[in-house]
């Protein structure tokens, strides 16, 4: 079945440095790439997507990064701060299924040390 | 996503009990989903609603059930046949845009 593969499952940075987790699928048919953050105990919400017709996009400290070709999107976060600690989940959307449903990787915990 | 309501927060169950998790949302978004988390996992899609009066199995549906009567509501039913109930709970909804937002979840714990 369609998979969404995501590296690493765990991350450890000192606050100011800069975190990448990579995710890799396998439908080439997919066109939505969001990116979810969340804090323990909480709901996911949503920090960023991307969609098939953009190579990257950036919201402040967040880019994320799409590679058709190859089937892989990252998230980079510059200038980590604590605050950033968090299961980071990325997703995929696959057209050949129900439009709009998303596969999800299994998570980046994220751990910024100040 | 302050548009989506779940409840209760923390739900308790005997084993063989069914019991029903509530999600409502008024962000007037055609689709609803329902996922399950555990540990470590990431979220496993148990079944997902495009359009009022139908929805569709997800990956792991086995010993769930749900009903979509209102476009607003989307309750999911674990029955008895679920074998490993205890997980958290979230249900999302969505637009045509195919953005998902999530509601604050239900931690069941069956005993």
């Known amino acids: 079945g369609e998979n969404v593969e995501q590296h690493p499952s765990t991350l450890s940075v000192q606050e100011g440095d800069s975190a990448v987790i990579k995710c890799t699928y396998s439908?080439?048919?997919?066109?939505?790439f969001p990116w979810y953050k969340q804090e323990l105990g909480k709901r996911p919400q949503l920090i960023i997507d991307?969609?098939?017709?953009?190579g990257e996009k950036k919201d402040q400290r967040i880019a994320v990064t799409l590679n058709k070709t190859a089937k892989h999107f990252s998230l980079h976060i510059t200038e980590t701060q604590p605050e950033d600690s968090a299961v980071y989940f990325c997703?995929?959307?696959?057209?050949?299924?129900?439009?709009?449903?998303?596969?999800f990787g299994k998570g980046t915990k994220l751990s910024v040390k100040p | 996503d302050g548009g989506i309501t779940q409840s209760p927060k923390y739900l308790f169950r005997k084993e063989g009990q069914n019991v029903t998790l509530s999600c409502e949302q008024n962000?007037?978004?055609?689709?609803m989903y329902w996922y399950r988390q555990d540990p470590g996992q990431g979220l496993r899609l148990i079944y997902y609603s495009q359009i009022v009066n139908d929805f569709q199995k997800g990956d792991i549906a086995e010993g769930y059930s749900v009903s979509r009567e209102k476009k607003e509501s989307f309750p999911l039913t674990v029955t008895s046949a679920q074998k490993n109930p205890t997980a958290f709970y979230l249900c999302a909804s969505g637009g045509y845009t195919y953005e998902q937002y999530f509601g604050p979840g239900t931690r069941l714990t069956v005993t």
């Open positions: 962000l007037n978004h055609d689709a």
């Open positions: 991307i969609r098939s017709n953009v």
């Open positions: 997703a995929a959307s696959l057209r050949g299924r129900s439009q709009g449903n998303l596969i």
């Open positions: 439908d080439s048919a997919s066109n939505y």
